[in-house]
C-alpha cells in the first residue's frame, strides 16, 4: 500500500500493491482509463473520494463499492458526475452522527465505470484508514493487537502492551482462540479529543464523562480515552468476546458481556461499595433488568458495578469451565436462561440469590425492574 501526500487539504491518492502506477504513461491502452483517485478525511464527519477517468466514448457511470474492515459485505455508491469522455466524479460517505465510523476502520474500495459503446473498467482495490489526520500517528503491533497512538513516549506504550499481554493470554484461553485476526485499538489523549471521536450517546452520559471506550467487534477495533491499561484489556476483551461468539444466533446479554470485560482487568475491585450501597438502599438492579446497559448515568454505574460483581462471583467460585459451556451454548443460538440451566445446573435467578448470599450473607433477592433499562448503548449493539 502507497500513502502520498497531494496537499495540506489531506487529500491523499492511494495505490494498492501491486496495482501499479495510474498514471496514462504507465498503462497499457484501454478504452477506459483512470487518471487519478484520491481522497479526503473531513473528520469526524466524512470521507470524500474523487476520481478522474477518460474514455473514447462517453462515460455514463461510475459506481463505487467498498468494505469496512474484515466484513464480507460491500457497500456501494454512485459518485456524482457529469456524464463525457473526460469526467470528474465524486462520493461522499457520513462518518459522523447517525453514520457514526470508529477510528482505525480500514476501507477497501474500488471503481466500476462504464462506457457509451459497453466496455467496462474495474479498477484494482485501494486502501484507506480512517483516523484524524491533523494528529502524526504512531503504531506498535504485539500479537493480534495494534495499537495507534500519537504524542506519547513509544516506550510508555510499549510498557503498557507488555502488562495487558498475559490478562490478555487469559481471556483467549477462557474463550478458545488460538489465533485471530488483526484488531486495533486506537488511544485518544483527552476527553476533548475523544469527544470528537466518540459515538454521540446521550447529553448526560457525555456531560457525565460515563464511558471512557467504545468497541466495535464487527470492525475489529476499539477507541479509547488514555493510555490505560485495563481500558485496553476492557475493550480488547468484548473484541476477543465478539471473534469467539461468531454465530448469528448468538445473544450474549450485557450483564455478562460487561462483567466479563471487567473480570479479567488488573484493578477491577473497585466498585463493591456502589453495590454494597445499593444493597443497603434497597435498590439492587435484578439481572434480567440487565440485559442491556441502562440509559441514565446513575443506573449506568450500579450496572457495571453489579455486572462485575455478578461475574466475579461466578467465575471465582465456579471456575472458567462452566463459563466456558455457558458461553459455547449461547453461541449455539440457546437463550440465556437455557445456557445457565445447561452450563450450571441451576437457574437464572438460583445463580443470582447465590451470588447475593455471599455478597450479603443473610440477604436474598427480591426482583426489581430497573426503568432505566430502555435505553441500550450503542457499545453494546455493535458488540
Known amino acids: 500500500m502507497v500513502l502520498v501526500s497531494i496537499a495540506a487539504g489531506f487529500i491523499v491518492a492511494v495505490a494498492a500493491s501491486g496495482a501499479g502506477d495510474l498514471s496514462p504513461a504507465a498503462q497499457p491502452w484501454e478504452p477506459i482509463r483512470v487518471l487519478s483517485s484520491v481522497h479526503r478525511i473531513d473528520f469526524p464527519n466524512e470521507v470524500v473520494f474523487f476520481l478522474e477517468a477518460e474514455a473514447d466514448a462517453q462515460i455514463t457511470e ?58 467496462t473498467l474495474e479498477t484494482d482495490n485501494l486502501y484507506l484508514e480512517y483516523i484524524d489526520p491533523s494528529y502524526d500517528w504512531r503504531r506498535f503491533s504485539q500479537g493480534d493487537l495494534t495499537i495507534l497512538w500519537h504524542d506519547l513516549p513509544r516506550d510508555r506504550v510499549v510498557a503498557v502492551a507488555a502488562e495487558v499481554a498475559p490478562r490478555l493470554d487469559e481471556v483467549r484461553g477462557l474463550l478458545g482462540l488460538e489465533s485471530v485476526g488483526s484488531m486495533k485499538a486506537v488511544i485518544f489523549n483527552s476527553r476533548r479529543e475523544g469527544g470528537r471521536g466518540f459515538p454521540l450517546i446521550s447529553d448526560a452520559a457525555n456531560s457525565g464523562h460515563i464511558y471512557g471506550g467504545f468497541a466495535f467487534g464487527y470492525l475489529d477495533v476499539f477507541v479509547l480515552v488514555g493510555l490505560d491499561r485495563d481500558g485496553i484489556v476492557h475493550e480488547m476483551t468484548h473484541l476477543l468476546l465478539d471473534e469467539a461468539l461468531d454465530s448469528p444466533l448468538a445473544s450474549v446479554p450485557a450483564w455478562l458481556n460487561e462483567g466479563l470485560a471487567m473480570y479479567f482487568e488488573v484493578g477491577s475491585r473497585t466498585r463493591e461499595e456502589t453495590v454494597a450501597q445499593a444493597v443497603r438502599a434497597d435498590r439492587l438492579l435484578s439481572v434480567r433488568s440487565m440485559g442491556n446497559v441502562p440509559g441514565s448515568p446513575q443506573d449506568v454505574r450500579l450496572f457495571y458495578a453489579q455486572a462485575q460483581s455478578l461475574v466475579r462471583y461466578i467465575m471465582d467460585v465456579h471456575g472458567p469451565e462452566p463459563m466456558a459451556a455457558l458461553l459455547g451454548a449461547l453461541n449455539r443460538g440457546l437463550r440465556i436462561d437455557e445456557a445457565v440451566s445447561e452450563a450450571y445446573g441451576m437457574s437464572l435467578e438460583e445463580l443470582e440469590g447465590e451470588w447475593l448470599a455471599d455478597f450479603v450473607p443473610g440477604v436474598t433477592l427480591a426482583p426489581l425492574v430497573d426503568p432505566g433499562t430502555f435505553g441500550t448503548s450503542l457499545i453494546i449493539a455493535a458488540a
Do not use: C, M, W
Open 62 to 119: 461510475v459506481s463505487l463499492f467498498y468494505r469496512l474492515g474484515r466484513q464480507k459485505v460491500r457497500i456501494y455508491g454512485y459518485p456524482s458526475f457529469t456524464p463525457s469522455t473526460r469526467v470528474s466524479a465524486d462520493f461522499r460517505v457520513k462518518t459522523g452522527g447517525a453514520s457514526y465510523l470508529p477510528s482505525g476502520v480500514d476501507i477497501e474500495y474500488h471503481y466500476v465505470i462504464r462506457d457509451a459503446d459497453g466496455n
